[in-house]
């Protein structure tokens, strides 16, 4: 890990003042940034997810991919924990601390909003992020791809009957716009730009292949780094105008990734996985795709409404807890490799 990577967490903190700082202060230019939306993708936060996971991508050989079947049993564990565990760990967790400790600090009347926010951010894995978390723990690309594309299919089927039993609808509105755009602009796209440039290079010799991801390294956690101030500078009038209410619905966000990396890190261990596969089956495990449900609960109760300041706040804290997962991850490797 270089000096840039080794004080990652420090440039973090000081991206998240500058963000909050600037969307407070000079708000105009994020509103302008913010309004290039299609189907409530961010089209500016979208071409700087692909500068940070297009390097991560040029790693994977598809000619590889037929070895992810020997890490069948991280791809259970994940599978289990994003669609067994999480959700529903989220709605207790709602309920716990929502409904019953932080009740008297918050609006009566967006109680239920907070946690039909907290649930539909649960109900929704990450799509593109992973792929950064993945890459600091030294994860299995292939594994990782192949965990993602399946989550991405399993979520097609399973994220509207899983909202709606735990919200009590009858019919949820599933964003499908939202969601296939976000599958196209994080997953297809990278894809494809990556595995062209990959040949591209190989084509030369596979020395250019190594000089090209070694000084693309800096540039994706740069691209990271931009779109956290970005992000912050989105809500920052609200975060200052509302710090409480932030802070608060952060309790449960913060604890959920805990919790539910830690399952399927432990998992993994118990099932003898392989440390570059559990490390990322357990960041998969744990984040979130925010954009998914961010448009849900617009769609659903609206922009004003409890349920999307909710989801908005998994936004806002998802690089820093999910960076401090990754520090866990990478600390404890010669721990959990001398069980395997």
């Known amino acids: 890990m270089n000096r840039?990577?080794?004080?990652?967490?420090?440039?973090?903190?000081?991206?998240?003042?500058?963000?909050?700082?600037?969307?407070?202060?000079?708000p105009a230019p994020f509103h302008a940034i913010g309004g290039f939306e299609v189907a409530q993708v961010n089209l500016p936060v979208a071409v700087l997810i692909w500068l940070m996971i297009v390097p991560m991508l040029l790693k994977v050989d598809f000619t590889a991919l037929h070895q992810v079947k020997e890490h069948w049993r991280g791809i259970a564990s994940t599978l289990f924990v994003n669609w067994a565990v999480k959700p529903f760990s989220m709605a207790l967790l709602g309920y716990l601390f929502i409904n019953t400790l932080f009740r008297p600090y918050l609006p009566a009347q967006q109680i239920d909003g907070y946690i039909a926010g907290l649930i539909l951010l649960a109900a929704a894995p990450c799509t593109a992020m992973v792929f950064v978390w993945s890459n600091l723990c030294d994860g299995e690309p292939h594994f990782t791809l192949s965990q993602v594309a399946l989550n991405d299919l399993v979520m097609v089927f399973a994220f509207a009957p899983i909202v709606g039993l735990l919200l009590g609808l009858s019919a949820i509105t599933v964003p499908w716009d939202t969601l296939l755009l976000s599958v196209l602009l994080y997953i297809l796209i990278p894809v494809a730009i990556s595995q062209l440039w990959r040949r591209a290079?190989?084509?030369?010799?596979?020395?250019?292949?190594?000089?090209?991801?070694?000084r693309l390294g800096p540039l994706s956690l740069t691209a990271l780094l931009v779109t956290l101030v970005l992000l912050f500078g989105f809500q920052g009038d609200q975060i200052i105008r509302q710090p409480l209410v932030i802070l608060l619905l952060a309790v449960p966000i913060t604890i959920q990734v805990y919790l539910n990396s830690g399952i399927a890190y432990l998992l993994n261990r118990r099932l003898g996985v392989a440390h570059c596969v559990a490390g990322p089956s357990a960041l998969i495990g744990a984040s979130n795709f925010f954009e998914l449900a961010v448009a849900a609960a617009i769609s659903l109760f609206g922009f004003e409404s409890g349920a999307a300041l909710a989801t908005v706040v998994g936004v806002l804290i998802?690089?820093?807890?999910?960076?401090?997962?990754v520090r866990i991850v990478n600390r404890s490797k010669g721990w959990y490799e001398k069980t395997i």
Do not use: D, Q
């Open 201 to 214: 290079l190989l084509a030369k010799n596979s020395a250019s292949l190594a000089t090209v991801m070694k």
């Open 4 to 26: 840039f990577e080794r004080y990652l967490t420090l440039w973090v903190a000081l991206c998240i003042v500058a963000g909050v700082a600037l969307g407070h202060f000079i």
């Open 318 to 325: 998802e690089v820093p807890v999910m960076l401090s997962v």
